[in-house]
């Protein structure tokens, strides 16, 4: 494979890789169980408001060709404290407890007893959090064990699911609440400072 094609499937995979967090898997399975026979809305309305949103605000940052170019149109001052609010979010009051508490909730406590739910995450990011080399390190190792994780488990849900679909919607609006889910990926606003990671992976 020439070094230009792999290192765009590398980047693509890490892209993937950093988007898909713990809300891609928290939310979507939930709005289903809520949307019921309406699951179809649900799902649309969803990716408007995820997938949708934030493949439109990467084409803004390739378009412009920095994320400082997109916010900057508001005044400097705006923009500044947009992306402060922003880094504050996808990171240590939103995203990282979330993917921490995800984590450790999937993964550890259904196998292992007794560890610290303080501690796990400290190591958790130790671990993870490697500055150097972070697009090839998730667009190698952890892009591909995903991707075979979510076939292995949408492969299952379809064979055997572990219920019938509800015969009415436990909301009352189904598009309201997929909109609401997609937006609480907080997809959209990560993807200003994920353009940049890419950007300057590129």
């Not at 995979?13 to 713990?22: D, I, N």
């Not at 408001?49 to 934030?54: E, F, T």
């Not at 090839?136 to 064990?145: E, M, Q, Y």
Request: proline residues 7%; glycine residues 10%.
């Amino acid at each position: 494979m020439k070094k230009p094609l792999k290192d765009s499937f590398i980047i693509g995979f890490a892209l993937f890789s950093m988007f898909f967090g713990a809300g891609n898997v928290i939310f979507p399975p939930y709005l289903g169980l809520e949307s019921g026979p309406h699951w179809l809305l649900g799902f649309i309305s969803y990716y408007i408001a995820d997938i949708g949103l934030a493949l439109l605000a990467m084409f803004a940052i390739l378009r412009q060709g920095s994320p400082e170019k997109v916010t900057s149109r508001i005044g400097k001052v705006p923009s500044v404290l947009l992306m402060c609010a922003i880094v504050l979010c996808i990171g240590p009051m939103l995203a990282i407890p979330r993917t921490a508490a995800t984590t450790f909730e999937t993964s550890v406590t259904p196998l292992v007893s007794g560890v610290s739910p303080v501690l796990f995450p400290v190591l958790f990011f130790l671990l993870i959090l490697r500055e150097r080399a972070v697009v090839d390190i998730v667009g190698k190792i952890l892009t591909p064990a995903l991707l075979i994780g979510l076939l292995i488990l949408i492969v299952v849900g379809v064979v055997s699911p572990i219920g019938p679909v509800g015969d009415q919607a436990l909301v009352e609006n189904v598009a309201a609440t997929g909109i609401e889910a997609g937006y609480q990926t907080m997809d959209v606003l990560a993807t200003l400072l994920f353009g940049f990671i890419i950007l300057k992976s590129a």
